[in-house]
């Protein structure tokens, strides 16, 4: 446990100058994908290799994959057209090196003025965003993902849902589940949701007289959701924002996570966690191409330029992770992605099987309809089995929805007026 304990530590918020995680991994993806393409030009060109059948669901991006497997075919200069893939994947390979410096000198954004701290327990607190507004007695306890840090929600001034639920006249309060440490080291998902979750709910309930509204992010939606099924009138409300249940809706085999279980079960076993690089680099498998396209176009950014600035506070929030304790680490490798087990009806929190129906406030569903992290045929279920649920779908990715250039008009406002609207 001594030996577990100290991995947990060394895990902690030392993350993001080392970015992007796992850089090793990044550079080797990039590498191979583009001496990929140089082999794969003469059987492409050949015939002997057919991608006709592969083209993206995409109208726009099927036209252009037909269009160069086309050119490629009918090509009159095969060896020039050698050389300039060969040149193109140079180019390419330099740009993303280019990104990746670029990034990594680039100051470390800065967080903003510090929040209230009205509880803590362990190395989990809850901040405070309306303890400054003149916003009554009108609670909303927000809850974010275990493996990803809080401030995905309170980014930068600008792009700050908590803050703009503050202005909204509302009390926001936000819990940062910190880094597991010495007590959290044998937490499962039940120690999370029913222990610091729940009392976390309490302490809110008693400083505003009244339950307050849950809304979760990702991961947090499971948590909160857990939460408000559990205890019906813990909560006024529920809104769960890009949240997954049916962790088989698209991929119902799963082959390759189900080869590598048992390494996973070793590493886990070994560590008492799952370390923070093997989250990203499974990230990174969803959308493997994702990370050289976003480095390549921050190359040529300006340093001063506001999309620069955002690039880097979004990369140094990705690449300052959390590990999962070992119990947690396998409820969600093993019991949610493998099994199925919240849309099987298996998925327990302290014994008891976590069901939707069993939510009795008013809720609502966000889906990203953009989302490659939680599709949308991961969410949906969820408004067959709460019923009455509101859904809005939202033209949005998983991280744009909280964070872009859209988001006051498609989430920030909206979800303000629902909840404004619970306390009607």
Known sequence: MKAQKTVLAAQAGTGWSMGPRPLPLHMATQALMLMGSLSALPLLRSGSLDLRGRA????????????????????????????????????????????????????????????????QRGSTRLLDYGAAEDSGSRPVIIVPSLVNRYYILDLTERRSLVRHLAGAGLRPFLIDWGTPGDAEAGFSLTDYVAGYLAEAIGVITNMAGRPPVAVGYCMGGLLALAAAAREPDATSGL?????????????????????????????????GCLPVDILQAMFASLEPTLTG??????????????????????????????????????????????????????????????????????????????????PPTSATPLAATIDGADVWRLPAGHIGMVTGGRAHELLYEPLAAWLSARFD
């Open 56 to 119: 993206p669901n995409r109208p726009a991006l099927r036209k252009k994959h037909e269009a160069i497997i086309a050119a490629v075919q009918t090509c009159t200069d095969p060896e020039g057209l050698a050389a300039a893939v060969y040149r193109q994947a140079i180019d390419r390979l330099s740009a993303f090196a280019d990104g990746v410096l670029a990034y990594r000198a680039f100051p470390p954004t800065e967080r903003q003025a510090d929040v209230p701290v009205v509880w």
């Open 239 to 271: 809104a769960l924002l890009a949240t997954p249940w049916d962790f088989h809706a698209d991929t119902p085999t799963l082959p390759y996570p189900r080869a590598m279980a048992p390494a996973f079960e070793t590493l886990i076993s070994s560590l």
């Open 293 to 374: 396209e976003k480095f390549r176009r921050f190359a040529n950014l300006s340093a001063d330029s506001a999309e620069a600035k955002l690039f880097v506070a979004l990369e140094d929030w990705l690449n300052d992770g959390v590990p999962l304790t070992a119990a947690v680490a396998r409820e969600c490798l093993f019991g949610w992605y493998l099994e199925n087990t919240p849309a099987n009806g298996d998925w327990r929190i302290d014994g008891d099987v976590v069901d939707p129906a069993d939510v009795s406030v008013p809720s609502l569903l966000v889906i990203p309809e953009r989302d490659h992290i939680v």
